[in-house]
């Protein structure tokens, strides 16, 4: 009941085409982060969304939360070499984070 | 610098052989996490503490064992009960519930 889903688990793209990866919960969520993961790198937090229907744009990058709450997106536009990565939705359940699986994105040239 | 720093970035240990790996944090967080990562797989809890002294089981705690003895260290022991200990482990933390975890930049543990 606690875990987050996301699709797709891998994508590829031409470089300069969009991305979007969606995660997914069957309750409601306090709150929603995202973190991407380079290659052979550790997770870095990207932004945590928690208000119903909230959009929050970091450059190229576009963060929503779905108005029940229960779900979330990551947009990329133009994807760019170095957006090559897995990108984690993660929920705070009780003390503690629940990852997703993560979607693994990959941009060739 | 503040941050999370974990030792050594790569091990290597014989099959059956206890090992132990770092975590430090200067951050003055409250709460560590310990998380398992296999190749092109998710983080999976291991333990995590929210006080000195205190620890509680994650998703996969069997064959690991932690302490949190002082407020920057929560160390992790592979023992050799862990079946499958390759791995890649992560270690986090949050200043308080909610807020956004700050990992460290990993240990690749290989058991030959």
């Avoid at chain 1, 957006?83 to 993660?90: E, L, R």
């Avoid at chain 2, 091990?11 to 430090?24: A, I, Y």
């Avoid at chain 2, 809890?45 to 260290?73: C, M, P, W």
Wanted: proline share 4%; net charge positive.
């Amino acid at each position: 009941g606690q875990q987050v889903m996301q699709i797709p688990q891998y994508q590829h793209v031409q470089e300069g085409e969009d991305f979007t990866t969606y995660c997914n919960s069957s309750t409601t969520l306090s709150n929603i982060q995202w973190y991407k993961q380079r290659p052979g790198g550790h997770p870095v937090f990207l932004i945590q969304l928690v208000k119903s229907g909230e959009v929050k744009k970091q450059k190229r990058l576009t963060f929503q939360f779905g108005e029940a709450k229960k779900n979330s997106s990551l947009h990329i536009t133009a994807t760019q070499t170095t957006d090559v990565g897995t990108y984690f939705c993660a929920r705070s359940y009780g003390q503690n984070f629940v990852f997703g699986p993560g979607t693994r994105l990959s941009v060739l040239p | 610098d503040g941050g999370i720093t974990q030792s050594p970035k790569y091990l290597f240990r014989k099959e059956g052989q206890n090992v132990t790996l770092s975590c430090e944090q200067n951050l003055n967080h409250d709460a560590m996490y310990w998380y398992r990562q296999d190749p092109g797989q998710g983080l999976r809890l291991i333990y995590y503490s929210q006080i000195v002294n205190d620890f509680q089981k994650g998703d996969i705690a069997e064959g690991y064992s932690v302490s949190r003895e002082k407020k920057e260290s929560f160390p992790l022991t592979v023992t050799s009960a862990q079946k499958n200990p390759t791995a890649f482990y992560l270690c986090a933390s949050t200043s308080q519930r909610g807020t956004e975890a700050f990992f460290g930049q990993g240990t690749r543990l290989t058991v030959v």
